[in-house]
Each structure stands twice: as structure tokens, then as C-alpha cells.
T-cell receptor, first 112, second 114 residues
């Protein structure tokens, strides 16, 4: 089974901090995605990547950046954390960007 | 503009009965549809999918129906079990429609009552 691992389940950070969320997948998938989930808003795409060193903006990229230096790892960076970035962050990977995804367990980030 | 709509934020069903979750879409280019299930503090897990060349796909207790003319799909769970209590997300994609991946609805919280 494909496994997508997010390094932290819960994080608490201060406003203005630079935050790194790490995601690793073990099935050699080309495609990786970062979503955030908020009540009443569903899953919203932040950034995605189709290959190493390649990245594309999703629907809500403002305040975020990403890094994909290795195929198995996709990092989400909050350049200067703000309270409105408090959310559940979900990483996913897929062999086909239009097919089924495998999600990680999520990182619940609280910015205080 | 929301391209995938799940108009019921929550749904309560008695154990053993049928659960019907609905999803509407506006983009006529969508040709592949998926349902995901999510428990609290876990990531979504893939449940079932359907291609636009079909109008029904069945997997055990789960059946997805697609009505292309109405741009509507539904997920039927029969019989409903307590472990089915979760948030269900409808998702859609369009082959050749760009590199944006899946578009998700806002989710429906299904509650199975004993």
C-alpha cells in the first residue's frame, strides 16, 4: 500500500514564524499535492508538483511556498505564519493527477 | 465559482437504512468522479469512483450513480453501519482539462444513529 507520511500530527507556532510542513511518500509517485481543510470550506488546493523541482500554484497559494528537491518529499512552507493559516493541512500523492489520491494523516497547525 | 457542490453539510441516517449522499457539478468537462471518506484527525481515504462512460459503479455496500444530463452523482450506502459515520467528499476531474488535479466539494457529514 502507498504510504504518505506527514512529519507532525499537531503543531503550534507563533505569528510571524517560518513554518515547514514535511510530506514523504514511498511509492515513487510523480504527483504530490498540499491541501488545507477548513470547516464549511472543504479541501482547498494550495500547491502541487508533477515532478522534482516543479511546482504549480493551486487555488490559495498566497502566504505559502513549496519545495520538491527529491521525488519522495514535498515540503510546504509558511513564510510568515498568520492566525488565518490555522488549519488542517493534508498532503497527497498520486500516479495520475486526475485519478485517486493517497492522503497523509494530516497536520493540525495552530498559529497563535 | 464552486464547480463541485455538496449542498447537504450533514445527514443523519438510522443504522441499517440506506444513506444517500448527493453531489452536483457545473463543469461539463468533468469526466471522472470520486468519493472520499474522512474520519476526524485522519486524511481522506479513497472510497469509490466512476467514469463518465458509466452510469453506475458498485463496490460491496457502496454504489455510485452518475446522471450526466443532470450533472449529478450520488453515493448510496446500504446498509448503513456505525463505522460509516464520517465526512464524505465528492471530487471530480477532467481528462485533458488542465493540470489542476481533483476539484473537491465541501463535504457532507454522515451520522449513523443506532
Amino acid at each position: 500500500d502507498v504510504k504518505v507520511t506527514q512529519s507532525s500530527r499537531y503543531l503550534v507556532k507563533r505569528t510571524g514564524e517560518k513554518v515547514f510542513l514535511e510530506c514523504v511518500q514511498d511509492m515513487d509517485h510523480e504527483n504530490m499535492f498540499w491541501y488545507r481543510q477548513d470547516p464549511g470550506l472543504g479541501l482547498r488546493l494550495i500547491y502541487f508538483s508533477y515532478d522534482v523541482k516543479m511546482k504549480e500554484k493551486g487555488d490559495i497559494p498566497e502566504g505559502y511556498s513549496v519545495s520538491r528537491e527529491k521525488k519522495e518529499r514535498f515540503s510546504l512552507i509558511l513564510e510568515s505564519a498568520s492566525t488565518n493559516q490555522t488549519s488542517m493541512y493534508l498532503c497527497a500523492s498520486s500516479t495520475n493527477p486526475l485519478g485517486s489520491y493517497t492522503f497523509g494523516s494530516g497536520t493540525r497547525l495552530t498559529v497563535v | 465559482d464552486q464547480q463541485v457542490k455538496q449542498n447537504s453539510p450533514s445527514l443523519s441516517v438510522q443504522e441499517g437504512r440506506i444513506s444517500i449522499l448527493n453531489c452536483d457539478y457545473t463543469n461539463s468537462m468533468f469526466d471522472y468522479f470520486l468519493w472520499y471518506k474522512k474520519y476526524p484527525a485522519e486524511g481522506p481515504t479513497f472510497l469509490i469512483s466512476i467514469s463518465s462512460i458509466k452510469d453506475k459503479n458498485e463496490d460491496g455496500r457502496f454504489t455510485v450513480f452518475l446522471n450526466k444530463s443532470a450533472k449529478h452523482l450520488s453515493l448510496h450506502i446500504v446498509p448503513s453501519q456505525p463505522g460509516d459515520s464520517a465526512v464524505y467528499f465528492c471530487a471530480a476531474s477532467a481528462l485533458g482539462g488542465g493540470a489542476d488535479g481533483l476539484t473537491f466539494g465541501k463535504g457532507t457529514h454522515l451520522i449513523i444513529q443506532p
